[in-house]
């Protein structure tokens, strides 16, 4: 029955990433005038924290704990990979708004980094830290 919960975690945790991502690359071109707003570069930052912590509180397995950044990562470079019709939603650092995405794939990159290897070196509970004897 674990198993089953941890899995409905991990599931969960992917969709919610996937659709985070999704918004937020959604929100890259994001204008107050001529001025780029980079709302999504803090998403990316905050989101890619957040579902790291709380899909490890939430499942208490590593492995879903990490899934958020890997989900983030492939809808992220997907996004900037040209598809068949000629679409491109993040593109090169050529104007103000184009380095917003790049700044994207940065800070989204660099915050989930972050967060997975904060996960992987926690100790694991009962490793013999300390407790009965």
């Keep these: 029955m674990r198993r089953v919960v941890t899995l409905?975690?991990?599931v969960l945790a992917a969709v919610v990433a996937a659709?985070?991502?999704?918004?937020?690359?959604l929100w890259l071109p994001l204008r107050v005038g001529?001025?780029?707003v980079p709302v999504s570069v803090l998403a990316a930052a905050a989101g890619n924290v957040l579902l790291v912590a709380w899909a490890l509180r939430l499942s208490g397995s590593r492995v879903v704990a990490v899934l958020p950044v890997l989900v983030w990562v492939v809808v992220a470079v997907g996004a900037?990979?040209?598809?068949?019709e000629g679409d491109l939603l993040i593109t090169g650092a050529?104007?103000?708004?184009q380095w917003v995405?790049?700044?994207?794939l940065l800070v989204g990159v660099l915050f989930g980094s972050f967060s997975v290897g904060r996960v992987l070196?926690?100790?694991r509970a009962g490793s013999g830290?300390?407790?009965?004897?």
């Design 94 to 97: 050529t104007t103000a708004s």
């Design 8 to 10: 409905g975690w991990g």
């Design 129 to 133: 830290t300390g407790g009965a004897r």
């Design 19 to 25: 659709w985070l991502a999704v918004v937020e690359v």
């Design 80 to 84: 900037s990979v040209r598809r068949p």
């Design 121 to 123: 070196s926690r100790p």
């Design 34 to 36: 001529p001025v780029p």
């Design 101 to 104: 995405g790049l700044g994207f």
